[in-house]
Each structure stands twice: as structure tokens, then as C-alpha cells.
């Protein structure tokens, strides 16, 4: 493909805010076959619109199931949006020429979010539909807090409520995201708490106990489902997520064009796959349309919870506890606890199934990468670009680097495109312990995965 | 002036990297009278190069003495501001909407470097002419962080060793600092450290000594003094350190013109003075030459280290020790221990002469106001903008949204642009303390400030 390298001096491709996309585009559109339904856990039966309509605004239970291809996005949501987008594209030259390689690195850099990662992209989005729909607040769940941040940033902005169980072992470690999100005006509490009867419940068998992402879910699914006056939002997983989060490839293939290139590879991290499908979908589009088949398009999962490259495609619940519907996806079993890595965004048993669908069917490849020579590529990116990469991202980084230089052995000239999604300004004790030489690997628990899918419910896909 | 007001609905201007300027103004070129000159401590005579050639390049040195009006940018500088330079300008369109004011309100946005703050804009500058001259390791002190992280970043670009002597309380208090500049490869000490004879001093009177900007500045200065491969780098104060910042301003008119706008104010918050020089002086010199005669430009100080509008315009120590030149500047004498402000960057006893001599000309005002009342406008900024600002930075939308509300009484639509010097993301402890009502206000310390004025050194201008 991309045979036109263009080698003029430029580092940035900048876009003015008429260019932030006026679509997003939806991938179930381009899909060979639907993607698979997700089930009613008691009945075992698809679930329609009503029974997601305590937890969701309808125009968000729509988007969910919708096969347009393209989705206005409304002014409301672009007009905030461009406090921070277009968001840069960046050619990584002084990396480039750290590494040696004849390869041309670009990056998407989403961390120019006040919030500092990608994931405001969709917060705005939902916090917006549930305005239009009268609601007047909003509880969900974070763990090491980039979606708290985002969610209720969003929420200031459009002046609702904003209730955050945040993993208690996280609300002590990482006091800074817990201020943010209250300084955005959002209520924050630790989780397990006093607020919701699952947390009472949690905290009477155990005062002590530490909280965790699953019992988090439980709490602001309660919290929503309990008041008329709260919607339930998630930040990563569901498809509509996904789909808020592809104005970052659709503006990077702008300024791709800008650059007079088109990319050979496209990278990202992915946990629950929002970023990753936020950059990549776009591309994949033209894989799918046949416009374009040599593209690579490569999800980096880390090796200590990695759910594409270990999980099984099966149906499976999105929560720890296994409160929410089912969905077909490859997953390492809910009941699966990840090794406490650094990169908290990635500690997720499942995957976004559109990711799933993809991966299922050749269209993308995906990779696991271990912790340690992660946070190796992270430090190089810094003292090169400049930017100190969340743990996330610098999963990313790690394989846009080795593949670098299988291009400088090869002598290829090959164009390198991935999401940079966040900036690791909360994450700097992960690069203390990495500089102290104090950060480990997890090995691939495989009897533990082994152990935790063994606990996947029965169903008949 | 302004009376073209652009009612667009644009919000953020941004300009191409070929943009950046090409050429620092330098004030002194189009000062009436110049600069009165910098002495020596021990012969009260002015100093000449020679004396500070131990410590600092020759290019630097010229470009402190020059009355050159341009001074070229050479491409290896421009080379690496391209990474987050041009900064945007937004106009804050959201938070003149939650002030119901007919003001038009700008910010330049200096949180996107690496750094969060303007402070590599000089970092960049200096390392660059440190290696032009040979120069392979570089010795500075650090109060707060922000000073210390750019020039970190800036000698790991330019493959120079830093060694930052970081003053032990923030040392202690603020780990993410520290680790920020060793991620980008720099030794970081705690001071007063054992390192120096100077810190080996003040150590063995106190072993607990918390340290002070002034020891740690005495700890830098003499690991450069006595090393043939280290040269001393300073952050703020200095006319070329103002003169490398003046890139923020040159931008600013660009990006006012793209919003077919005037300036009829000009704020930014002052501690040593670079970043408020560093928006203001290339409008400053449309006053200076007559262009623009009614073009308000405010300076703002925190009320518990009010130095240009308390202290006394006279020679005094740039330290506290008093071991530095003498340089004419408004001070609240070197001995002068400010509160423990948040704003770490804002507790300098002195300012930077070239601001004095524009202050003292009845160039600019200046105004100073309370820690309390600036974190209430910080949270109103995030809440309505987003970026949650760093807390010296907070200081000079205090004043923005005074005057934008001066404009909703009097009916005025007026433009004014401030300078967002940074971001607040390692500054949450500070958020904390106000949500909670913790904050103080320091009483203007009316005997403290004449006690230490006493210890003012007796030099005839």
C-alpha cells in the first residue's frame, strides 16, 4: 500500500474545529453478519429496548443495535467536543530517528482532553442524550479513575449530577483522580459503600474489603435502577461507546491525508476496546469494504490479562459478579481477577464485542505484551517525544516499536499509525517503581484462566 | 480600541508549525532608558560577561545584555517547540456565558507542553546553547517542580545530564514531580543534600533542614562553579529567560488576527515574571512605540508575596542567601519568607527587572489578590471550560473574571487575553484543601515584609 512516504520536516498535523467529524461511523453497518445478540441472563432470550430503558437514555439503546452506517453527531455534543478536538496528529521523527528505522511513526495524541484521555469522547456523548431525555443524574463506576474523570467533567458541562463509586483500594491510592472528579463537581465515594444495598451487603461480610471493579458495576447499576431520577453510564465495552469514540480515526485519516500518507499498520491498546476501535474501526472500514486489504490492524492487550489472545469466544457476563446481560465475546471468564498491573484500564476479563467480531473473523490481529518491557518503550517515548504515556498507551507503543524495527531489518518503509489515548500524569508512581527496577511480570496464570472459564454460564450461541 | 468584536462561534485558533515565530522580542530594544545594570555583590560595580561566564554560555550572556529588538530562533530550538508548539488560543466561550458578561475573553493555553507549563519554552532555548557550546551536564534547583520537569525534559532531547537540587519539603510532598524528571532521565536531589559544600553545611547545623529555594539555588550554582562540564540554568527572572518566552505573546497576536480581534487587556499571573513577560511584552511594545495607547496590561501577584505592589524598586540579592548579583527590581527584601502558598511558583521575594522597569514607567499595573478567592475562579474555570488550572495560573483568571465582570456592570465590550501558564494535574493537594474548606488567606504580613526590607543591601542606583 502507502508507497508515498512523504518526507517534508512536519511533526504535527493540526485541523481546524470545522474539520471535528459531524458523523461517527458504526461498524454493524459494514459487518459481513450481525453481530451476536446479547441475552437476558435469567431467560437466556435476546433483550430488547425496554429492558435496557431503566438503565439508558433510549437514544443510546438505539445507537446500541443501529446498522446505519453513519450517525449525525448532534451540534450540542460537537460544540463541547471542540475544547479539545480535532486533537493532534503527531509524526514521531526524533523517535524515529532514536530507533534507527526507515519506518514512518505516527500518533493520534488524545491525552489534550482536560480530562487527559480519550474517554471523554463518548462522556460527552452520553451525558448530552441523557440531558435530551430530562435525566438529571448520572452514577457509574470507576476503577483507576480515566473514566470517573471524564464522566464527570461531562457532567459539569452540562450541569448534572454526577455519582461515581470508585474501587476503594483506587480511592486511597489515587487520591489526585478522586479530587479531579470532585473539583469537575461529582460526588465520589469508595466502593464498597454504605450508599446501595450491595454495598452494605459487601461491607457487612467484609469491613475491610478492598472493593473491586465487579462490585463497583453492581453499585451504580443499583444506584440507577433505584432512582428516577439516574441513568446508569459505561465507558468502554458497549457498542455505542465504541462507536462515539471513532472521531478519532475518522479525524486521523483527515490528517493522514494532510500528510500526504496512509498507514500500513494501525495500533492500539485495548482493555474494553474503546480506543482501540475509536482508532481503528474507521480503518477496518475500508478493510471490510475491500478498499483496502493489506492494512494490519493489531489490539495490544497486556500478557497478564489477555483476553483475545487466551480468552474463548463465548457468551459470558460483563460484570465480575454477574448482575448484567450476556455477551458473546472473547473473555478469560468474569469470575477471572487480573494481576494488579500498572495499566488498570487493561485489567478488564473481557473484550468489546465488535472487537470480538472482528478478531473472530481475521479482520484485526491482536498481541500480548508483557509489563515490564512496556513501561521500557514507555521511557523511550518520553525522553524522545516528550509526552509521558499513560500505561495503556504505552502497551501500543511497545508493539509500534518492535514493529519499527522488524521494518529497519526488513528495510521497509512501512507507515505505523496508533492511538496514543492518554497522558500518565496520575500514573507516575507505576514509572517509580519501573525506574527502581521494582516492577514485575505476571506470567500467564493458565490454570487460573483455566479455573475462571470454567465458571462461564452455559449458553447456546 | 477593539471595537471589532468577532461573534463567530469559533472557540479554539490554532496555527500550523511553520507558525512558530522565527525571531524573540527583546523589550530592551524599545525600553525609553535602559535597564539599569546588574551588580556585583562584593564591588557594588556593574558586572561584565566575564563574571558570569562560569555560569551560563556566552550566547545566553549576550542575549541578557542585548538591545537588539529580534533575535533569530535557530532551527534546532524550533525543532523541538514544534513538539506542542504553536499553543492554542481559545476563547473561553463557556465560562463569558456563566458570567453573563459582553466581554470577550482569550487564553493562550501553555498546559499542552510535556511539562504542563510554558516553562520549556526556555528550558529548550538554554540547553540548546549550552551544547552549541560544549557544555555535556547541567545544574539548577527546583521549588515546586515546574521549572525543574522542563528543563528535564529539554536536556534529555538534547542528550545533556541534569541534575535538579529539588528543595526537600517538595521533594517529600511532591513524588510526581520528582519522578517526572527522572522518567526523563534527570538525578534529582533532595536540598539541602550532602552533594555540595554548601549542603553539607546547612545540613550539619540542621539534619532536618526542610530546605528553601535560596539553598538549593546556592547548592546549584556551586555544583556549576566547580564542574568544567556543568553550566547553571535559571527559570524565570533573567531578561533572556523573559525574551525566550515572548514566543507565547508573538503567537497570540497571530491567533487574535485569525479572530479578527484586539486586545484591550492583557493579564498574567507573576512570580519571577517569565510567563506574564512572556504574553505581554510584544504587546507591551505597541505601547512602547506608540502604537496602541490605551492597551491595559496587568501583572498578578498573590497578596501573601505582593512584590511589585508592596516591595520597594530597589538593588537587591536575587537569593535568599544573598551570595547572587544585585539586580534593581521591586522586592520585598531577599530574606522575605512568603506563606506557604499553593502557588509555589508565585513565592518569590523579587520579580524580574525588565517587568519592574515597565511597572515603575507606569507600563503595566498590578494587582494582587488571595489564595481563597483565586481557587473559587479556578473551579468556576474548570467547571465551565475544562482544564483545570495550576494554581499560580488561577491568580490571573481571579483577575479575568473581575474585569469581565466590570464589563457586565459598565456595559463594556471589551476583549482580554490571559495567559493559562499551565495545568493543575500535580497540584490536586491544593484543590483538596478548598473543597474542603481548608484553604487559608494570608494576611498581608505588613512588619514582616519592613523587617526584611531592613536587610535590604544600601547600593546607590
Redesign the interface.
Known sequence: MAAKASDT????F?L??KDIPSKWYNIQADLKTPAPPVLHPGTGQPIGPQDLAPLFPMELIKQEVSRERWIAIPDGIR?VL???RPSPL?RAR?LERALGTPARIYYKYEG?????SHKPNTAVAQVYYNKQEKVTRISTETGAGQWGSALA?AC??FGLQCKVYMVKVSYQQK??RR??M????AQVVASPSPDTQAGKKVLQQDPNSPGSLGIAISEAVEDAATREDTKYSLGSVLNHVLMHQTVIGLEAKKQLEKADDEADIVIGCAGGGSNFAGLSFPFAADKLTGKQKKLRIIAVEPSACPSLTKGKYVYDFGDAVGLTPLVKMHTLGHAFVPAPLHAGGLRYHGMAPLVCKLYDEGVIEAVAVSQVSTFQTA?QF???????PAPESAHAIRVVIDEALRCKRDGKRQAILFNLSGHG??D??A??AF?AGKLQDYEYPAEKIAEALRGVPKVKA
Chains 1, 2 share one sequence.
Open positions: 520536516q512536519r511533526t504535527k493540526v481546524d474545529e460544540d471542540r475544547l479539545w503527531y526524533r489534550v482532553s482536560p480530562a487527559g467533567m459539569s458541562f487520591p489526585y479530587i479531579m470532585e473539583t469537575w463537581g521511557v518520553a525522553r524522545t517525544e516528550g509526552i509521558i500524569h496520575f507516575l508512581g514509572y517509580e525506574l
